[in-house]
């Protein structure tokens, strides 16, 4: 989601305040989020070795330049046939300490679950788990006040996917054995990240920004991913390598430069381009690896998980629609709309036998992808046709379009969704029971009865449309009379 971290972050789904990247001022810059959200500018903090990096350079570097400004006239002379005299201690440091360096590396990498990739940790599970344990203290308190009821049905649905998630994964024994907690934040920014102890943070924007289930099943799926694999710790380990590597680089510009001017802007550039080559670059793969994974997860739960590209191109035209800048992807920490719904696109037949080999119940055969488009046309078809017989003059194209209609444009003619418990009105895109997901949404744990397109408990009743509780936005539930009359769709050929 630009990317939309950049302007609402999680997806990139994440509160604002908070970067993506290891800083000096935040540890909860490890938490990665799904690429659209930012995090909250009082964010809990823990200060980071990165202000010691850049003391440590600067004060290296101003005490050799005193040094060499205090030598005879001909010091450079005097170094020359030091550095000859000493060459073969110099030699034998060099390499010790690459030895020295090789072996930390070597005996510090780690096979990541899931995709059993090689990585950097410089840290034990326990010490940063004490870490993610503050910081989550910290987001408690900062949220305290704007958490929803649990009573309330919008928890209740969201504890209910995590839940399932939970349990229908549990043969990844770094998913099973963390504990999950669901807290749902009353607030309209599009964003939720999970902690590295399992701690779900969801705000109410997210829920009303998701067009059905099996969209916030794949986004719950993509943030837990985060966490079950370990992505804060792989950044926070390359933060600590690059500081220690960056205290060289510091110390020879703040050494070799004359003046402190330009000391001080060779310092700046250093940082800016270790962003862009190093830190930049590994978020947007480790937000990669975790749609990829995330997109495992929700078909093992039964999910459909051609939502996951319908949702991004969801956030694309909501974007545009709000005029949001699109901020070159080497400058981003998430990777493009359109480079993400590539790569789903080709990552969704995978899962799809994934889905399968799972005992799934069939989906519908219409694509939610093609729906969504066949959709979007006719609606800018309809909004062109009244531009033209002086209903809305001037206006035509995506212009003519809301934020808040997006959803309800991905919900026409859609697959049956979740089924309300009794005691809900059925109207609108998200109510959920607080029991597992009832019909054509997700699919049961293998010990539930199948009933229709997905099983559901004997004593809940079933229904085709998305229950939505009174307590939801009443945007959620009028979306649909926004929208002009659906007309029927012919076949398409499906486009990625």
Not at 32 to 37: D, F, K, R, S, V
Not at 178 to 186: A, F, I, K, N
Not at 325 to 331: G, Y
Not at 409 to 415: I, K, S, Y
Request: with cysteine; proline share 9%; glycine share 8%.
């Amino acid at each position: 989601m630009q990317s939309s971290e950049e302007q609402s972050s999680g997806t990139r789904l994440f509160p604002e305040g908070i970067s993506p990247t290891y800083s000096s001022t935040s540890l909860c810059a490890q938490f990665p989020h799904i690429g659209t959200l930012e995090s909250p500018a009082n964010a809990p903090s823990i200060a980071t070795p990165q202000a010691v990096t850049k003391a440590g350079g600067y004060y290296s570097g101003k005490e050799r330049q005193e040094m060499v400004g205090g030598s005879p006239p001909n010091r450079k002379e005097l170094l020359k046939q030091a550095v000859w005299r000493y060459r073969w201690h110099i030699t034998a440091g060099g390499v010790l300490l690459l030895v020295a360096l090789s072996m930390f590396i070597f005996t510090h990498l780690d096979e990541s679950p899931v995709t059993g990739r090689t990585r950097l940790l410089l840290f034990s599970r326990e010490n940063f788990m004490d870490l993610a344990n503050a910081t989550s203290e910290g987001y408690m308190e900062l949220y305290k006040e704007s958490f929803i009821p649990l009573e309330d049905p919008r928890h209740k649905v969201v504890e209910t996917v995590v839940k399932h998630l939970a349990q229908r994964n549990q043969d990844i024994e770094e998913l099973s054995r963390v504990p999950w907690s669901v807290h749902v934040v009353d607030n309209p920014a599009i964003n939720a990240f999970v902690l590295p102890n399992g701690k779900v943070f969801i705000f109410t924007g997210m829920l009303e920004a998701v067009a059905d289930i099996h969209q916030l099943t794949f986004i719950l799926g993509h943030e837990m991913a985060h966490a079950l694999i370990g992505h804060s710790a792989e950044q926070a380990s390359l933060s600590h390598l690059l500081d220690v590597l960056s205290l060289l680089v510091l110390t020879a510009i703040w050494a070799v430069c004359p003046q402190d001017s330009l000391a001080a802007l060779g310092h700046w550039v250093q940082g800016k381009l270790v962003q862009v080559m190093f830190n930049r670059p590994f978020s947007r793969k480790l937000e990669a690896e975790a749609d990829k994974v995330g997109l495992q997860l929700a078909a093992k739960a039964c999910a459909d998980v051609r939502a996951g590209p319908v949702f991004w191109q969801q956030m694309e035209i909501s974007d545009q629609l709000r005029g949001d800048t699109n901020v070159p992807e080497w400058l981003s920490t998430h990777p493009s709309h359109r480079n993400r719904i590539a790569q789903l696109d080709r990552l969704v037949p995978e899962a799809l036998e994934l889905r399968a080999a799972c005992e799934c119940p069939a989906l519908p055969g219409t694509d939610p992808r093609t729906i969504f488009s066949k959709s979007v046309k006719l609606l800018l078809n309809s909004v062109q046709v009244k531009g033209q017989d002086g209903e809305h003059k001037g206006t035509g194209g995506l212009g003519a379009l809301t934020p808040a209609q997006v959803p309800a444009v991905a919900n026409q003619g859609a697959q049956p969704q979740l089924a309300a418990p009794p005691s809900l009105p059925q109207a609108g895109a998200l109510g959920a029971p607080p029991s597992l997901p009832q019909a054509g949404v997700l699919g049961a744990p293998p010990s539930f009865p199948q009933a229709g397109a997905l099983g559901a408990p004997p004593s809940l009743p079933q229904a085709g449309v998305l229950g939505a509780p009174p307590s939801l936005p009443q945007a959620l539930v009028s979306k649909q009379a926004e929208l002009p009359p659906p007309r029927k769709l012919e076949e398409e050929p499906k486009t990625s």
